[in-house]
Structures are given as structure tokens and as C-alpha cells.
Nanobody
Framework: QVQLQESGPGLLKPSQTLSLTCTVS??????????WTWIRQPPGEGLEWMGI???????YYSPSLKSRTSISRDNAKNTVYLQMNTLKPEDTAVYYC?????????????????WGQGTQVTVSS
């Protein structure tokens, strides 16, 4: 059974850089056609799709976050990463990683095969 576990610092200051890790267990992140996605949910708001890393290693980001966001993966460590720089208080959210056997690029949780428990990130001075 594939499980996803997000981890990272819980509290950061504005202008700092966020680095999150999504550790995948029970299966390989290089599964054929599988893509891995980061999604976040600010307090009191809906899910926001952030970006995807496809099975061929290519990436695609939300236009509103593209300039500050980077997604990568380490196949040997079975891990997917999210990096976001120049943090703002409005980046405060629960951050999730998810996996699907399609290149679906959206926030509908039902479209994903695997979904992590999420990790809280608070940006505050």
C-alpha cells in the first residue's frame, strides 16, 4: 500500500524559503505514468493546486506560483520535494503531496490515487 508523508519546518518568516519533503513508501515514485503533485489549503479556503512533476521528470506549475516554486524528486530516495522562495504570510497553509497515474493538474482529491496527511506551514514574523 502506497503511503505519502509530508515533512518540513512548521514555522517560517516572510522572505524565507520553504523546503518540504514527501516521502513515498510502499511503492516506487517511478511507477509508469505516475505523476506527483503538491497542493495546499490556506486556512478557511479551498484546495489550491501548486504544481506537478510528471513521470518523465518534466514539471508544470500554477501560473500564480511559478516564479517562486520548484518541484523535484530523488528516485533513489523515493522522495518528492517542494521548494518555495520569498515566502509571504498568505503562504500559510496545509501542504499536501498527492500521486496519480495521470497528468491531472487540479485540486480534485478524488482524481488522485494517493494523498498525504499534509503538513502545516505557518509564515509569520
Amino acid at each position: 500500500q502506497v503511503q505519502l508523508q509530508e515533512s518540513g519546518p512548521g514555522l517560517l518568516k516572510p522572505s524565507q524559503t520553504l523546503s518540504l519533503t514527501c516521502t513515498v513508501s510502499g511503492g516506487s515514485i517511478t511507477l509508469t505514468f505516475y505523476a506527483w503533485t503538491w497542493i495546499r489549503q490556506p486556512p478557511g479556503e479551498g484546495l489550491e493546486w501548486m504544481g506537478i512533476i510528471r513521470s518523465d521528470g518534466s514539471t508544470y506549475y500554477s501560473p500564480s506560483l511559478k516564479s517562486r516554486t520548484s518541484i523535484s524528486r530523488d528516485n533513489a530516495k523515493n522522495t518528492v520535494y517542494l521548494q518555495m522562495n520569498t515566502l509571504k504570510p498568505e503562504d500559510t497553509a496545509v501542504y499536501y503531496c498527492a500521486g496519480a497515474n495521470t497528468d491531472y493538474s487540479g485540486s480534485d482529491q478524488d482524481k488522485y490515487d494517493y494523498w498525504g496527511q499534509g503538513t502545516q506551514v505557518t509564515v509569520s514574523s
